[in-house]
């Protein structure tokens, strides 16, 4: 079953907007990944922030974590038309049955950035 | 090329089929993935191997096989490939550092089963 899940499913903001997108997860977790998907592409990794941290910025991006509430949001700030993707959190968790570190993808949201 | 690199890219064959999709990366990284991507599903975890020889299951494993001989590359194979396999599959690889372990994923493989 998944384990993080995103809000919105689909986002559709101008050019010069912030786009936020919310990820919530069930288990505990080692870390949280963003990564992006360009149409018909693999996944590009974005941020990672780790279970003792609370909020991490990488260029537009900021990234927040709220262990108590099992939640993260990605912010783009100043979106561009070349932001429009689908945009995916993962959790990292230790498999219990193997002992070794897997990441849970979303389903996803897609942004689309107009012009 | 340096990299993460999947083949073939496209993909199409009739139920019964053996298919094998092939992964290759040139970082030597630890661990690599097979994931299947699905409308409605996201993506989902098919197998994964932290190292070579050492493979185990994810949340999808049924009608896969995989094999890890060497460090570099990670094969998928669908025995007897079923109309429900038809997906879009991605390899990935990291390096798996403790809390570091970003994924870097390859263009993808489109499968098609008629």
């Known amino acids: 079953s998944q384990q993080g899940e995103e809000d919105p499913q689909a986002l559709s903001i101008q050019e010069g907007e912030n786009a936020t997108m919310n990820c919530s997860y069930k288990?505990?977790?080692?870390?949280l990944q963003w990564y992006r998907q360009n149409s018909g592409r693999g996944l590009v990794h974005l941020i990672l922030?780790?279970?003792?941290?609370r909020e991490k910025h990488s260029g537009r991006l900021r990234v927040t974590l709220d262990t108590s509430k099992k939640s993260s949001s990605l912010l783009i700030t100043a979106s561009r038309a070349a932001d429009t993707a689908s945009y995916f959190c993962a959790t990292d968790a230790i498999s219990l049955d193997s002992g070794y570190s897997t990441l849970t993808f979303g389903k996803g949201t897609m942004l689309l950035v107009s012009p | 090329d340096a990299g993460i690199t999947q083949s073939p890219r496209y993909k199409i064959t009739e139920t019964g089929r053996q298919v094998t999709l092939m992964c290759h990366q040139t970082?030597?990284?630890?661990?690599m993935f097979w994931y299947r991507q699905d409308l409605g599903h996201g993506l989902r975890l098919i197998y994964y191997s932290a190292a070579a020889d050492i493979t185990d299951k994810g949340e999808v494993p049924d009608g896969y096989v995989v094999s890890r001989s060497k460090t570099e590359n990670f094969p998928l194979t669908l025995e007897s490939a079923t109309r429900s396999q038809t997906s879009v599959y991605f390899c990935a690889s990291s390096g798996g550092l403790a809390g570091n372990n970003e994924q870097f994923f390859g263009p993808g493989t489109r499968l098609t089963v008629l």
């Open positions: 970082w030597s990284h630890s661990y």
């Open positions: 922030i780790r279970s003792n941290e």
């Open positions: 288990t505990s977790i080692n870390n």
